[in-house]
Structure formats: structure tokens, C-alpha cells
């Protein structure tokens, strides 16, 4: 029997596999061999589709007429800078000593694609081909990856979706960014004042861009609209004693009242301030808030209640990205590139996953996981108590175990092994790994309680509601106190009800004031909550638990979303604020936002595109076939190529683009700062186009 080639996606991820081999490996250049087996690696992407110039030289020169650009075979060649490493991994595929190959790259769909493009274009043919597919780099992991390797061919169907995603990416980026180029490329450039505008389009990449600047027209034609809210104070000093908050309930003089705002509150302070002169019979509080006063509510209801809070779920790529935009202020692609570093090190596990549970095989074992950890004080006292309670042996019993909710790789936990490289590591480093062990030793945990306590009062018809919550016993939350963090009470109470309050009770009340609140507009993406919206196909949500309930294919993949934003930055069409991560447009992005709404207007529909990433995921479950995939995107591509040459939107772009100029300083036309919104409708005729079609 021949040898066995192993090959990588890394030199690093070659080595972590190569030491697990006892077969006196010796170093060559671009692998390692001994008397079984050869090591060898790419480096990302060896070969890549070819530009339209290969399949005619004509094509280099962009017209319309070339368009659309869609050949029945496509090309592929090998990346010039690096070919060398290409002919070393070219000529061991093709070695006649070779006769089994163990796929070792990343293992999901882009992993599937390195290799799968390599091979193809080395002509491999009959080979024992084996797919090693694995959650972390330790060395028990490597192994059973190798042992359990299946047949390369069980892949097939994840190579196809592979394929389909880069031809789609590449015609669609081709053929639209060609064709709006040569449309409006020259319009652009003019108002830019720039020699030339090169419109570039993404299936993806647009639809992020198209939800930045949505956003960001949300939020300049946001008006802020005033409320006033009645409250009741049983001490005249609100800092002490209770307060209730009055609300329009049915019986009220005001349910369904016109002069409101919501049931808590009035459009116009003097109908707040007549409430409070009814109440009170004092003409004083037209003027000002009323203290010392003598009025009494009659409790009606008192409930109280445990609210339970479970452990959040897992991480997956995408909510580590999130929290850590927000707790270091770091960008997707710094996180992703931290954790990609830490599963090289073996500190965690395969970070490119959408999944946020277990697998039922790794909650089996979870426990050397678990023991890893305890030998690091910071989390000692933690494992000591999860041991100790024995909360580990039925985890796989819980929500946080769950096959089904799991394609490639589950979610993203420490394996407790590899902790000599925690010393290597920078201080973010470091809390990205504290954040990750704390997530998950907090699963291991019970439900935090609180005690919450709802007051319901009346004077006449008129309904007041206090309201208070305290945390009783902390669970869960025990292990989420981080150590780059000053740590928060928990315990929301603003309230002292006493405990002895019932149904009945009077309750006098010293003072009357009316708190003047605001409505605020939509929040700006931040890089980590743009990570979250297009994991759910446009929709922010916060709510952790909702998230994972409605959550369907979205917008790109885990591996590919922090590569997105950073290309839209780069290209400056959005701004990444450093210090804060918040997201804004340029003038060149919103600019863009307008061309293709008015050309190709699908390309910035979220709900579209992420049925385009569910259409790959089909094909990679064999459910649709590659056929019927690049028909349909074939058909699109078309249709929009023809529609966009049959029209002229030059005028109407013309009004949009000085529309959104007033919102910009002058400065380069890529980079112009978005200038600080006033929250008010500016009038004229641009901005009367622009919203018709932000409605269309």
C-alpha cells in the first residue's frame, strides 16, 4: 500500500497534524514526510475562477454589449503569487506512492472549496479520497477525524453549493458591477469630482450596504416627539420612598384618549398637568411639580412572582462578534481572526459555526472540557461547584444538547486543553477566551431568580402601577462576573415596596410630578450588531431566545460575513468608527445605495438575498439540484442585464445624489464624513424623491 497524503488548509493546521503522526516525519519544502505519510498544506486559496479577458482578450474592454457575461464552462488558474506552493501540493496529489489523500481543510463548504479546486486542477483521478472532519485541533479530535474520515465523494453535494457560491459571487459581480459602471460610472464621477467611478456590486456586500444607508435615512428623517408622564411619590424627595406611575387603563377619563401619547403618557404637558390638578385639586401644577401635597391611593392588587432567567445559549461566530464589538470594541474580522488564532492553539473550538448547542457526542464527554478549565484559578471555584452539583452529566438532556440544531460544526466552547499558550496571548486575546469559558461553564449553572413585586393603586378612576425587582439568587450570574469588567448589581429594584403591603391598604401620596420623555430614533449598526441582522436576514433582534427561535438562513455565512463589512469599508462605501465600531455611510455608499435601487432594486431586499444563501444550503443537502440553481440565477442575472440597458434613471439619481450630499462634509469622495443628523425633514424636491423611492 502507497502513502497517505494529509492535506491542510494551513502550514499550522499541517503541523497540529503532523503531531499526532509517530512515522519520523522530516521537513521538505512546502511539507513534511515520513515513511507512511506526507504533510502538506495550501495557504487559503490556491486557484481561482478566471477574469472574462481569459476566455477572450476582448473582454477586457468593458461594453454593454458583452453583457451579460455567463460561459458555459468556467475557468480557473492558479493564483500567481502563489503558485509555488500550488506545484508542491500539484505534484504530491498526483504522486504515484500517493494512494489515499485525507481532506484536512476547514471543515465546512469554503474548506470544501480549497481543496476541491486544487484537486481539479492537479487532475486527480483515482484516489482513495478521504474528508476529515473535525470540531478543534486538539490531538484526540485530529485523531478521531482520521479514524471516522469518510468518503470524499459524501461531500459531493457541499461541493456543488461551494461552486454555485463563487459563480454566483462572480456573475453577479461581473455582469452588475459592469453594466451599473458603464450606466451611471461617469454620472458618479462628475458629482464626485474623481476621474473615475467604478460601481462595484455584491450579492451580499450591496444588501449590507443598502441596510446601513436605510438606517441611516431612518434616523434623518426621525422626528422626536415629546411625552409627559404623571408620576406619584409617597415622599416629596424621589430618591425616597415609593413611586407609582399613572396609566390610562379602562375607566380612566382618558382611555383612549386622543391627547395621548401612549397609556402612560400625554402629547402635551398641560393635559398631563390637568390630570394632576384633578387629582390633587391644586391649580398649582399648570406651572410646576407639586410637592407636599395630601392625596391617597387605595391598593387594588399586589402580585408577586419569581422570574426565572435561563443561561444564555452558547456562542456561535456571530454572537461572539457581537459582544465582543461591544465589550472590546473590535471589529468582526479582529474577532474572527482571535478565535481562529485560539483553535489553532487548541484553546477552542472550530470557530466558522452557526450553531449555538452541543452535539449529543461532545455533551457526552463534556466533563474533560470542564476539567481542562480547573486547572486555571480564574475558573477553578466554577468547575469545582458544576462537578460538585453533577449539573454536567445532564446537560445532554437540556437545551444546550441538540443534533438538530446542528449542520457542520456545534457551537464554539473551550476544550480545556492548550492553556501553556494562554501566557503567549495579548490582553484581548485573553478576554476573548475568558468570554468563551464563561459562556459556556455558565450553562452548567442554574437560572438566576428575582423577586418582582407589581403594585396596583387607585385614586377614583384613576389607575397608578409601581413596579419592583430584585435579584434573590444569583445562579447562573455567578460565573458572568468578567474580570475586565467592574461589576454591575444586577438588581434592577428602583422601588422599596414593603413587604406587608396588600389588597386594601391606603397609601398616602406627597408629591405629584410630570417627567417629560422623548421618543428616540433607530439605533445606528455597530460591526457586532451588523453580524446579527444579516445572520437573521436583515432583522436586529436583540432578544437573545427570540433570536435563536426564528432564526433561518440569512444574509452570507458565518465565515464569510466579517469579510463583507471589511470590504464595504475598504472600498469606502461605509465608515467604521474605531473607538466605537458604529457603522455609517459615505457619500459614495448612499450614492451607490440609489443606482442600484433604481437599476437592480432586488440587490438590497435582505429577505431575497438570504433566500439566495437558503437556495445553497438546499443544494448542499441534495434537496435542489446544481442545474436548477444556476437557471434560476442565470434567468435573474439576465432579465435585470436587460432591463438595466433599456433605461436612463440619470435624472432622478441626480436629484438623490444632492439630496444626500447636504448630509456630508466635502472631502475625498469616498471617505466624505457623514455629518451629524439633526432629526428633522429637510424639504425639497430631492428629498420628496428619494423617499418615494425608499417606499417603492
Given at each position: 500500500m502507497g502513502k497517505s497524503l494529509f492535506i491542510a488548509e494551513k502550514p499550522m493546521v499541517a503541523r497540529a497534524f503532523a503531531a499526532v503522526f509517530n512515522d519520523n516525519l522530516t521537513k521538505h519544502d512546502g511539507y513534511l514526510e515520513g515513511d507512511k505519510t506526507v504533510v502538506t498544506w495550501c495557504v487559503g486559496h490556491l486557484v481561482t475562477m478566471s477574469y472574462p479577458e481569459v476566455y477572450d482578450p476582448a473582454l477586457k474592454k468593458w461594453s454593454m454589449s458583452s453583457l451579460p457575461f455567463i460561459p458555459d464552462n468556467f475557468l480557473y488558474e492558479v493564483i500567481p503569487g502563489v503558485k509555488k506552493q500550488y506545484d508542491i501540493v500539484s505534484r504530491l496529489l498526483t504522486r504515484d506512492d500517493v494512494s489515499r489523500i485525507y481532506v484536512c481543510t476547514d471543515s465546512g463548504r469554503e474548506g470544501e472549496y480549497i481543496y476541491r479546486l486544487v484537486r481539479n486542477q492537479a487532475g486527480v483521478h483515482d484516489k482513495d479520497e478521504r474528508r476529515v472532519w473535525i470540531d478543534s485541533q486538539t490531538d484526540e479530535e485530529i485523531k478521531r477525524g482520521i479514524r471516522e474520515a469518510k468518503p470524499e465523494s459524501d461531500y459531493d453535494s457541499l461541493s456543488d453549493a461551494a461552486y454555485l457560491r463563487a459563480r454566483e459571487d462572480y456573475l453577479m459581480g461581473i455582469n452588475f458591477s459592469r453594466l451599473l459602471t458603464l450606466k451611471y460610472g461617469n454620472q458618479m464621477a462628475s458629482f464626485l469630482n474623481s476621474k473615475r467611478q467604478v460601481i462595484a456590486v455584491g450579492r451580499v456586500m450591496t444588501c449590507v450596504l443598502g441596510m446601513v444607508v436605510r438606517r441611516e435615512i431612518e434616523i434623518r428623517q426621525f422626528v422626536k416627539t415629546p411625552f409627559y408622564r404623571l408620576l406619584a411619590q409617597t415622599d416629596s424627595d424621589e430618591k425616597n420612598g415609593i413611586s407609582f406611575e399613572w396609566k390610562a387603563v379602562k375607566g380612566s377619563k382618558y382611555f383612549n384618549s386622543p391627547l395621548l401619547y401612549k397609556d402612560n403618557g400625554f402629547k402635551q404637558r398641560n393635559d398631563a398637568a390637568e390630570l394632576a390638578r384633578l387629582i390633587s385639586g391644586s391649580d398649582e401644577l399648570f406651572h410646576k411639580d407639586l410637592a407636599g401635597c395630601d392625596i391617597e391611593l387605595t391598593v387594588t392588587s399586589v402580585h408577586r412572582k419569581d422570574e426565572k432567567k435561563n443561561p444564555p445559549l452558547l456562542y456561535n461566530l456571530a454572537e461572539i462578534q457581537n459582544d465582543a464589538s461591544k465589550f472590546f470594541k473590535i471589529s468582526p474580522d479582529q474577532t474572527l481572526q482571535i478565535i481562529q488564532s485560539l483553535y489553532e492553539k487548541k484553546l477552542v473550538t472550530y470557530p466558522r459555526t452557526d450553531a449555538r448547542v452541543l452535539s449529543s457526542a461532545i455533551a457526552r464527554e463534556i466533563d474533560k472540557n470542564i476539567r481542562g478549565l480547573s486547572q486555571l484559578p480564574i475558573f477553578k471555584p466554577f468547575t469545582d461547584q458544576i462537578f460538585a452539583s453533577g449539573?454536567?452529566?445532564?446537560?445532554?438532556?437540556?437545551?444546550?444538547?441538540?443534533?438538530?440544531?446542528?449542520?457542520?460544526?456545534?457551537?464554539?466552547?473551550?476544550?480545556?486543553?492548550?492553556?501553556?499558550?494562554?501566557?503567549?496571548?495579548?490582553?484581548?486575546?485573553q478576554r476573548v477566551y475568558e468570554t468563551i469559558a464563561r459562556r459556556f461553564l455558565a450553562i452548567f449553572y442554574p437560572q438566576a431568580v428575582y423577586k418582582k413585586t407589581s403594585v396596583e393603586a387607585v385614586n377614583g378612576s384613576e389607575h397608578f402601577f409601581s413596579n419592583e425587582r430584585y435579584l434573590d439568587k444569583e445562579g447562573y450570574l455567578a460565573v458572568m462576573h468578567y474580570s475586565f469588567f467592574k461589576d454591575k448589581n444586577d438588581a434592577t429594584a428602583g422601588n422599596k415596596l414593603p413587604a406587608e403591603i396588600k389588597k386594601g391598604d391606603k397609601i398616602k401620596i406627597r408629591a405629584l410630578s410630570i417627567k417629560e420623555g422623548e421618543t428616540s430614533p433607530p439605533k445606528r449598526y455597530t460591526s457586532g450588531s451588523m453580524i446579527l441582522a444579516m445572520e437573521n436576514a436583515g432583522s436586529l433582534i436583540e432578544d437573545d431566545e427570540l433570536r435563536e427561535q426564528i432564526k433561518s438562513n440569512g444574509i452570507g455565512t458565518s465565515a464569510t460575513r466579517a469579510g463583507i463589512l471589511e470590504k464595504l469599508v475598504k472600498n469606502k462605501y461605509l465608515s467604521l468608527n474605531k473607538k466605537t465600531q458604529v457603522i455609517t455611510p459615505t457619500l459614495t455608499g448612499e450614492m451607490i445605495y440609489y443606482v442600484v435601487g433604481y437599476s437592480i432594486r432586488p440587490m438590497l431586499d435582505p429577505v431575497l438575498t438570504a433566500s439566495w444563501e437558503k437556495g445553497l444550503s438546499e443544494v448542499a443537502d441534495a434537496k435542489i439540484g446544481e442545474d436548477e440553481y444556476m437557471t434560476k440565477l442565470t434567468a435573474f442575472i439576465t432579465k435585470y442585464t436587460d432591463?438595466?440597458?433599456?433605461?436612463?434613471?440619470?435624472?432622478?439619481?441626480?436629484?438623490?445624489?444632492?439630496?444626500?450630499?447636504?448630509?456630508?462634509?466635502?472631502?475625498?469622495?469616498?471617505?466624505?464624513?457623514?455629518?451629524?443628523?439633526?432629526?428633522?425633514?429637510?424639504?425639497?424636491?430631492?428629498?420628496?424623491t428619494q423617499t418615494k423611492e425608499t417606499k417603492q
Open positions: 449539573s454536567y452529566k445532564k446537560i445532554g438532556s437540556t437545551r444546550y444538547t441538540d443534533d438538530k440544531k446542528i449542520t457542520d460544526h456545534y457551537a464554539i466552547i473551550p476544550t480545556g486543553q492548550g492553556l501553556g499558550a494562554l501566557k503567549g496571548l495579548n490582553a484581548t486575546e432591463r438595466v440597458k433599456g433605461e436612463n434613471n440619470g435624472e432622478v439619481l441626480s436629484k438623490c445624489f444632492n439630496y444626500a450630499s447636504q448630509f456630508y462634509k466635502k472631502g475625498s469622495y469616498g471617505g466624505m464624513a457623514r455629518e451629524k443628523s439633526t432629526g428633522k425633514n429637510r424639504q425639497g424636491t430631492a428629498e420628496k
